[in-house]
């Protein structure tokens, strides 16, 4: 099973590596990662901006096919969260949100060194809720994502960066519908910063 997906993979690249070699300015295999510490700052009337705090949580991109100035790509976060409410929520003692999620960005080219990308996204969420008195189901949904990224080039394959993102949550729970929206739903603005590889 294991080599199937691995046989399958490769034959994939080579597809792509082989249209890329034949469309000089148009498809190309440009392989481009970030990877940053990020901060979420709940928006809101919801569970997670009322009742906790996020610590530093980290992340990473990758973006392999180039079309002209367009990146396609995958990324993934990690956000720990600090309970400061137990009266609003019960006995929680912490709560980890991450993500998956495909990735849509483009390139503007400001000057040699400094580019801007607006970047769109969906995924996969889940809220990891820890009790040291019983067992909570994770809160699994999905998640939208837009934001932008400003980079500085520092040396040929290296630049620094900080990025801004909006994003919105939507998880599937377990609770009474006047109550679904408001430990369902959250929305945050999203800053990092980190280094992209190119």
């Known amino acids: 099973m294991k080599?199937?997906?691995?046989?399958?993979?490769?034959?994939f690249l080579s597809t792509l590596y082989s249209i890329s070699s034949q469309a000089q300015d148009g498809f190309k295999i440009k392989p481009l990662g970030r990877i940053y510490i990020l901060h979420a700052i709940q928006q809101g009337d919801n569970a997670l901006a009322d009742a906790y705090s996020s610590k530093i949580g980290f992340g990473g991109q990758f973006?392999?096919?180039?079309?002209?100035?367009?990146?396609?790509?995958?990324?993934?976060?990690?956000?720990?969260?600090?309970?400061?409410?137990?009266?609003?929520?019960?006995?929680?003692?912490s709560s980890y949100y991450y993500s998956v999620y495909g990735l849509l960005s483009y390139d503007i080219i400001i000057t040699e060194n400094f580019n801007l990308s607006p970047v769109i996204g969906y995924g996969n969420s889940t809220l990891s809720l820890?009790?040291?008195?019983?067992?909570?189901?994770?809160?699994?949904?999905?998640?939208?994502?837009?934001?932008?990224?400003?980079?500085?080039?520092f040396s040929p394959h290296i630049a620094g960066f900080v990025g801004l993102y909006y994003i919105s949550n939507r998880f599937t729970i377990n609770t009474h519908p006047d109550y679904e929206d408001y430990f369902g739903k959250s929305n945050s603005i999203q800053l990092s910063l980190g280094l992209k590889f190119f």
């Open 3 to 11: 080599r199937n997906i691995i046989l399958k993979l490769c034959v």
């Open 63 to 93: 973006f392999l096919p180039k079309y002209k100035n367009f990146r396609l790509g995958f990324g993934g976060d990690y956000v720990p969260y600090k309970v400061e409410k137990e009266n609003m929520i019960g006995t929680i003692g």
């Open 130 to 153: 820890r009790s040291n008195t019983r067992k909570i189901d994770p809160q699994n949904g999905n998640e939208f994502r837009i934001g932008l990224y400003s980079d500085y080039t």
